[in-house]
């Protein structure tokens, strides 16, 4: 019996790992798909600290030539908003910018690798929106359309659009019954 005993404790791992596997090989064979997909997309997978990385490690260099020429502009950095109490009205909300930024493959040309951007508002309480009247966005000269304005509160005056490269965005916030708009400042980086 001494004999099996090793025997026996080099087979419990195999063993509980092809019981799991079996178990919850639906769910395992969705993971698979998925990361398999996004490798074949032009993503990198890292998982953990073990290191295991698949597909792309650092940034694609782009083959062709810049889409639209221009230099990434400098841009001052806005002075900082006055402190909100909740009894002062007047004075002005407490507003950022936020972004997403997600890989689409599809929309890639000349080798630049295109990301879809959403843009949008976020305040510090849900009534800072409520006083905002409109956004207008200022994005890198190089795009179709720079300055584009959002009116539509109900998505947090979302603006979406596609880039292949990181810039600074500018947006001016116009407060309702306000005289001079807020200017916001984000790097988009993806």
């Known amino acids: 019996m001494k004999d099996w005993i090793p025997f026996l404790q080099a087979l419990i791992w195999p063993s509980v790992v092809l019981t799991l596997t079996l178990t919850f090989r639906a769910g395992l064979g969705r993971l ?5 997909s996004r490798v074949e997309r032009g993503d990198s997978f890292e998982a953990g600290a073990s290191g295991i990385k698949l597909g792309p490690s650092s940034p694609q260099t782009p083959t062709g030539a810049e889409p639209q020429p221009g230099a990434q502009p400098v841009l001052e950095v806005p002075p900082p908003l006055a402190e909100l109490t909740e009894d002062s009205t007047n004075a002005a909300p407490r507003v950022h910018l936020v972004h997403t930024a997600h890989r689409d493959s599809a929309l890639d040309k000349s080798g630049y690798r295109y990301f879809r951007l959403r843009i949008a508002l976020e305040g510090d309480r849900d009534s800072d929106l409520d006083r905002v009247a409109k956004v207008v ?6 795009f179709r359309d720079p300055n584009r304005t959002v009116t539509n509160r109900s998505t947090s005056f979302e603006l ?3 880039a292949w490269g990181n810039f600074n965005l500018t947006a001016d916030v116009y407060v309702k019954g306000g005289a001079e ?9 993806f």
């Open 181 to 189: 708009p807020i200017r916001l400042e984000r790097y988009l980086d």
């Open 160 to 162: 979406t659009t596609a």
């Open 137 to 142: 966005y200022h994005l890198h000269p190089t």
């Open 32 to 36: 698979i798909e998925a990361i398999n």
